[in-house]
């Protein structure tokens, strides 16, 4: 069974420049996360989707991040303009409702802002 | 602010005794709480769960206890093995309409041949 697959793995960006982070949930999955990792925070939720709508953005840093899920088997994380302070893993996942239900994450995007 | 803290960043254990990685939280509305282990370079992966009308639940080497007067839970596994090193990541989530999981900094544990 394919996993969360997020793209690009590996990303090296100069500061000021978009950076665009995508992720395939599992088929037939109904609830998307965007996750941010780095050293200080640990694993912090940015953004979840229910059926493709956004329910709670409460976790995103600020206005240069922004998060799209057009249908149920695409979403997008975008940074404009990017920071250096951005630096960090981005992981995608999914689930299956109801609430409870175990959270598959992708492997991660590793983003680098110079 | 932190919801859930796992005050220790690390831990080192001699293979074959016990691992007790802890785990406290904040918020009195969870009800549902993870484990998550998760290797360099790899997302994390599921390992235990526990719903709060339990105190504990095993799974083979992994026993997970919540103690919700205390709002303190703990993963012990027994024994260890070096191929448990990695970073445990302790979540929880409210069982509302959707589904929110909050986690914590993370752990990471070390197992000493």
């Known amino acids: 069974d394919a996993g969360v697959i997020q793209s690009p793995r590996h990303e090296v960006t100069e500061m000021g420049q978009e950076v665009t982070l995508r992720c395939k949930p599992i088929?037939?999955?109904?609830?998307l996360f965007w996750y941010r990792q780095t050293m200080m925070r640990g694993l912090e939720l940015l953004i979840y989707?229910?059926?493709?709508?956004?329910?709670?953005d409460s976790g995103m840093p600020e206005d240069r991040f922004s998060a799209k899920m057009p249908n149920a088997s695409f979403s997008t994380l975008k940074i404009q303009p990017s920071e250096p302070r951005d630096s960090a893993v981005y992981f995608c996942?999914?689930?299956?409702?109801?609430?409870?239900?175990?959270?598959?994450f992708g492997e991660g995007s590793w983003l680098t802002v110079v | 602010d932190q919801q859930v803290k796992q005050n220790s960043p690390s831990l080192s254990v001699q293979e074959g005794r016990i691992s007790i990685l802890n785990c406290d939280y904040t918020?009195?509305?969870?009800?549902?709480f993870l484990w998550y282990k998760k290797y360099p370079a790899e997302g994390p992966t599921f390992l235990i769960s526990?719903?709060?009308?339990?105190d504990k639940n095993e799974d083979g080497r992994f026993t997970v206890f919540l103690n919700k007067s205390a709002k303190h839970l703990s993963l012990h596994i027994v024994p260890s093995q070096p191929g448990d090193s990695a970073v445990y990541f302790c979540?929880?989530?409210?069982?509302?309409?959707?589904?929110?999981?909050?986690f914590g900094p993370g752990t990471s544990l070390s197992v000493i041949p």
């Open positions: 088929s037939g999955h109904n609830s």
């Open positions: 526990i719903s709060s009308i339990k």
């Open positions: 989707f229910n059926n493709n709508v956004p329910i709670d």
């Open positions: 996942a999914s689930s299956l409702d109801p609430p409870g239900n175990t959270i598959y």
């Open positions: 918020n009195s509305m969870f009800d549902y």
């Open positions: 979540a929880a989530s409210v069982k509302t309409s959707y589904d929110k999981v909050i």
